[in-house]
């Protein structure tokens, strides 16, 4: 049994896991991600559109859940020559039990260390 989250089938840590849930803990990002889900992909004013908020705030959801490894960006030219910007929920699986948590806190820096 797999006790954490896996981005692309690859084991995240403990500060992945925290990033994932903080981008998650959002009802636009959820909506994001949801539209998203249908394995299709979407260009920035499209899904705009299509999640009813404006291409500023998708930017700064998108943001989020980029950095999270939740979502991919692709930047292609349109046949007319116009930048699109595709996006694509990258394959990921998040089982959320008392055991996961266990298992990914392991990965965390203690409480008061800072890593250098």
Excluded at 13 to 27: H, I, K, R, T, Y
Excluded at 57 to 74: F, I, P
């Amino acid at each position: 049994m797999k006790h954490d989250l896996q981005i692309a089938e690859t084991t995240c840590d403990g500060a992945q896991v925290l990033a994932a849930l903080a981008a998650l803990a959002n009802p636009h990002r959820l909506r994001i991600v949801a539209r998203l889900a249908d394995g299709e992909r979407h260009y920035v004013s499209q899904l705009a559109r299509e999640i009813g908020i404006s291409r500023p705030l998708l930017h700064l959801h998108m943001q989020k859940l980029l950095e999270a490894g939740l979502v991919t960006s692709r930047l292609e030219l349109s046949d007319d020559g116009k930048a699109l910007n595709y996006l694509e929920l990258a394959p990921f699986h998040l089982s959320l039990t008392a055991e996961s948590i266990r298992h990914c806190v392991k990965s965390l820096p203690a409480p008061g260390d800072t890593g250098e």
